[in-house]
């Protein structure tokens, strides 16, 4: 390279510097103007904020709980106080003896094994495998943030113990069949107690034992037992039905024929009196008229006596000259009606 080209190299060195230091003299006026920018950016997104519908928010300066803040914009002193948004509307959960990973139509739970905290011992000294679900709902954000340390795994035993306590006092039999709303009911009454004297600002909304078995070396025998206890109440249930059907008609008919009895009963005694009282009556009117009420008695008694023999022929034993050809069959076709003489007389024998 001789003398010329180096110069033109330097020369083109020198305009390449000069260019940069006039850019650079451009850019030391614009940083003050992207420094108050950038500081009033940073002013403005630490003194707004955004709380939720579903929130509340919690404003702290300097570490200090000082306010709430409702859904909206709100502003806070910048660099001073801070902001926790604690989810007031939505309804947690926590579950024990399993993990939801995804829920939906096809729930998928986790394969992990959660079995020390679902595995408890009854007031019978059995075992079961108890796995439920707590929903609640924060009621006081401060106390929810403040008032217990560590508040999640607070709860989880708290739960853990109050379950342990309900199912320690029932029988296995309790726990696996009709115990179980009985046991939500306690479970949910408990943790209510508990989290209003630790201040935790939690309601509980609901227990759910989602799922109760016998531990499965013991669950084919269980079964059986099962299987037993429902043929047991089948054959109950089939004999109350039986017991149904006969007894009441039973006791339906002794009711009829007791009643019968006290009808008949009555009825014999009515007529007893009124034929006592018949009787006394037709005793004063013979008293009054003996002959006549002798007579009347008399034909009365033939009237109902006569007609029921049928036709008779009535011969003084001292007469005579009877008709060979007299048509005594044809009497036994005579009618028999109430108060008819006799068929015929003959002599002066009644």
Do not use: C, H
């Not at 005694?269 to 034929?275: M, S």
């Not at 022929?313 to 108060?339: K, S, T, Y």
């Amino acid at each position: 390279m001789d003398r010329d080209d180096r110069d033109d190299m330097y020369q083109r060195y020198a305009a390449d510097i000069d260019r940069w230091r006039r850019r650079a003299a451009g850019s030391r006026r614009l940083l003050p103007l992207g420094a108050g920018a950038l500081a009033a950016l940073l002013l403005l997104f630490n003194t707004f904020y955004q709380v939720q519908p579903e929130e509340v928010g919690v404003v702290l300066r300097l570490g200090r709980f000082v306010r709430t803040a409702e859904p909206g914009l709100q502003m806070k002193i910048p660099f001073f106080e801070e902001v926790e948004k604690v989810q007031v509307q939505r309804q947690l959960k926590q579950e024990f003896g399993f993990r939801t990973e995804e829920p939906g139509v096809r729930t998928r739970f986790s394969e992990a094994d959660f079995s020390p905290e679902a595995v408890m011992l009854t007031g019978d000294l059995n075992v079961a495998v108890v796995e439920w679900i707590v929903q609640y709902r924060v009621s006081d954000p401060y106390q929810y943030l403040f008032k217990v340390r560590s508040l999640t795994d607070t709860f989880r035993a708290m739960n853990e113990a109050v379950m342990r306590e309900v199912v320690g006092d029932r029988t296995i039999t309790e726990v696996l069949t009709v115990g179980r709303q009985a046991i939500e009911v306690r479970v949910e009454e408990r943790l209510r107690e508990l989290s209003q004297q630790y201040e935790m600002g939690i309601t509980i909304e609901q227990v759910v034992l989602q799922d109760v078995n016998p531990p499965d070396p013991v669950k084919p025998s269980w079964d059986q037992v099962n299987q037993a206890q429902q043929q047991r109440d089948r054959m109950i249930n089939t004999a109350r039905a039986e017991y149904n059907q006969v007894i009441p008609r039973a006791r339906g008919e002794a009711q009829q024929t007791i009643l019968e009895a006290e009808g008949y009963a009555l009825n014999r005694v009515n007529r007893a009196r009124g034929e006592s009282t018949r009787f006394e009556a037709v005793q004063t009117a013979y008293r009054r008229a003996p002959e006549v009420t002798r007579r009347r008695l008399y034909l009365e008694s033939m009237e109902r006596v006569i007609p029921a023999t049928g036709g008779r022929l009535f011969v003084d034993e001292n007469a005579n000259g009877i008709v060979p050809l007299l048509p005594l069959d044809g009497l036994r076709g005579l009618g028999r009606p109430a108060g008819t003489q006799p068929a015929a007389t003959t002599g002066g024998g009644q």
